[in-house]
């Protein structure tokens, strides 16, 4: 089971930091990846991290603002975001895939387990 939690009310420019925590399953040769979706809008991906080597891929419109990191003591990813917009705004979700090819890192299919999701909402 993933739990994805952290979100809340920000103001353009300021930080929030999700955290995604797995329990009852191990995250060892897994993936693990956050998707976002604004209200009427498709889900996208945001970031992703590979457990075991910690690769991580990022979509461009977060690229330089958002870190996605691991901590494997306590089974659980982050994702830092800085200088956050309007355009953030969404519902964030993580999933977890586990055999997944780095190509496939951005692809909704390759994962198989997702948590509930964590609501942010930037301000302007």
């Known amino acids: 089971q993933l739990q994805a939690f952290g979100g809340g009310l920000v103001q353009a420019g300021g930080s929030l930091r999700l955290s995604c925590a797995a329990s009852?399953?191990?995250?060892?040769?897994?993936?693990v990846g956050w998707f976002r979706q604004a209200p009427g809008k498709e889900r996208e991906f945001v970031a992703a991290i590979r457990w075991s080597f910690g690769n991580t891929v990022y979509a461009d419109y977060v690229k330089g603002r958002f870190t996605i990191s691991r901590d494997k003591a306590k089974n659980t990813v982050y994702l830092q975001m800085n200088i956050l917009q309007p355009g953030d705004t969404a519902v964030y979700y993580c999933?977890?895939?586990?055999?997944?090819?780095?190509?496939?890192?951005?692809?909704?299919?390759?994962?198989?387990?997702w948590g509930q999701g964590t609501l942010v909402t930037v301000s302007s």
């Open positions: 999933a977890a895939g586990y055999g997944t090819i780095l190509s496939m890192m951005p692809q909704m299919r390759a994962y198989d387990y």
């Open positions: 009852g399953r191990t995250l060892s040769n897994s993936c």
